[in-house]
């Protein structure tokens, strides 16, 4: 049986290597690792911005993994920025927000990370807290910290007990996008899980690095939904309508 094939969206920034410096697309190479780990085929998704690339992207997955970053744009949910927020990645919000409209509309199971789970909740109309305390291990260091699953959720049928999971973020959700639920806190409160239940296939964003350890759980989750979706008929993607030629 072949592995579902699960992309991952990219870093973009400028990088070192041999004797090169330049532009580049990169991941952490936990990702990849992760996705192979719970029996599924990697891809890497570089930012696209051509007319319709998002939802053929999606169309040729069968499950989509929304990675960790840079920090939301606020102006993306409609606030100032904070003094403490990072600089923007424009071109990778754009791209990131447009695969996470894609997989919702075409049901192919979504798991966004760090900055893809708060990613997921603005797209959904959700807004953000742009600085929390004590949610790193120092700059450039992995916490970690318990996380409590809400009995009942999707997030819970993976997880169902307490779990440490490495953390390193200094923002997350503040107002829930709309048909978003909690599935896991912190014990400060801080939502930790979210997912949109209802649906034929998995919605879910995690707000630590699962990539950064050893649990496989939450990733063999969306490799079993994108597994089930790989067997089942697709949802064709939806074209832009073609624009109509002015008449003179």
Known sequence: MSRPVIGIS??????????????????PAGYPRLVRAAGGLAVLLPPDDAEDAARDTVAALDGLVIAGGADVEPARYGAVADPRTGPPARERDAWELALIRAAVEQEVPLLGICRGMQLLNVALGGTLVQHLEDHTGGLGVFGSHPVVPVPGTAYADAVPETAMVPAYHHQAVDRLGGGLVAAAHAPDGTVEAVELPGRASLVLGVQWHPEMGEDTRVMAALVRAAGERSRSPRTPARRSPAPRTPVS
């Open 10 to 27: 990219t870093y973009q920034d400028q990088a070192r290597w041999g004797v090169w410096e330049m532009p580049a697309v990169l991941l």
